[in-house]
């Protein structure tokens, strides 16, 4: 593989990996956006080529798989702005958003062999989404000891637009989108210890 060819595998596996962490946040919403981009033929920015999927997932793009993936995007968020429930769909959604973070590494990497990319995208994908996903729950649980549950739902709502504008910007404009979850991982990280010193300083009351 010479440095041509490269280069677009790096943007994919980059693209990939933001598609990732947004699965960590909302399973299913990445996918959808994935399959809706490779229906409509949307256009990277910075290439100026067509989205693309990997020949072996090109179901992302059919009516079913988009149907699906559409009631689902509407459950998850609705059932996400529900005090307990939310806590719920998180430990359900342990497993289920590192194979959607799997599933849109591996649907991204149109220059890999299916196998290859299906290999990838269960490493890279599934620990990305993983680890957003943790995360994500710690800071919603330590937010609802803190605040009664009243802080949830605009928790849910700040997820909603990260993983929409995340996802966006993944498939139209790759390093936009990695720079944008960057600096929200470490605003994650910042509000996880920020959490974590107030519960001890309660605790220790």
Same mark, same amino acid.
């Given at each position: 593989?010479?440095?041509?060819?490269?280069?677009?595998?790096?943007?994919?596996?980059?693209?990939? #990996?933001?598609?990732?962490?947004?699965?960590?946040?909302?399973?299913?919403?990445?996918?959808?956006?994935?399959?809706?981009?490779?229906?409509?033929?949307?256009?990277?920015?910075?290439?100026?080529?067509?989205?693309?999927?990997n020949?072996?997932f090109?179901?992302?793009?059919?009516?079913?798989?988009?149907?699906?993936?559409?009631v689902?995007?509407?459950?998850?968020?609705?059932?996400?702005?529900?005090?307990?429930?939310?806590?719920?769909l998180?430990?359900?959604?342990?497993w289920?958003?590192?194979?959607?973070?799997?599933? !849109?590494?591996?649907?991204?990497?149109?220059?890999?062999?299916?196998?290859?990319?299906?290999?990838?995208?269960?490493?890279?994908?599934?620990?990305?989404?993983?680890?957003?996903? !943790?995360?994500?729950?710690?800071?919603?649980?330590?937010?609802?000891?803190?605040?009664?549950?009243?802080?949830?739902?605009?928790?849910?709502?700040?997820?909603?637009?990260l993983?929409?504008?995340?996802?966006?910007?993944?498939?139209?404009?790759?390093?936009? #989108?990695?720079?944008?979850?960057?600096?929200?991982?470490?605003?994650t990280?910042?509000?996880?210890?920020?959490?974590?010193?107030?519960?001890?300083?309660?605790?220790?009351?």
């Amino acid at each position: 593989m010479d440095a041509q060819q490269l280069v677009p595998l790096a943007m994919q596996i980059l693209a990939g #990996a933001a598609l990732a962490a947004c699965c960590g946040l909302r399973a299913f919403l990445p996918p959808f956006l994935v399959g809706l981009a490779a229906r409509t033929g949307v256009t990277r920015l910075a290439f100026g080529d067509a989205f693309s999927l990997n020949p072996a997932f090109d179901w992302l793009a059919s009516s079913p798989a988009l149907v699906v993936f559409g009631v689902a995007v509407v459950f998850e968020i609705a059932a996400d702005k529900i005090p307990a429930v939310d806590h719920a769909l998180d430990l359900v959604q342990t497993w289920v958003r590192p194979i959607a973070g799997a599933l !849109v590494v591996a649907s991204t990497l149109t220059d890999l062999d299916p196998l290859w990319a299906t290999v990838v995208g269960l490493v890279l994908g599934g620990s990305v989404a993983g680890g957003v996903h !943790v995360a994500k729950a710690q800071i919603r649980l330590l937010s609802t000891l803190g605040t009664g549950g009243i802080a949830s739902p605009v928790l849910s709502l700040i997820e909603d637009l990260l993983a929409l504008v995340g996802s966006a910007l993944a498939i139209v404009a790759t390093l936009l #989108a990695v720079v944008l979850i960057a600096v929200g991982l470490m605003l994650t990280w910042s509000l996880v210890r920020r959490f974590r010193r107030r519960a001890g300083r309660f605790a220790a009351r």
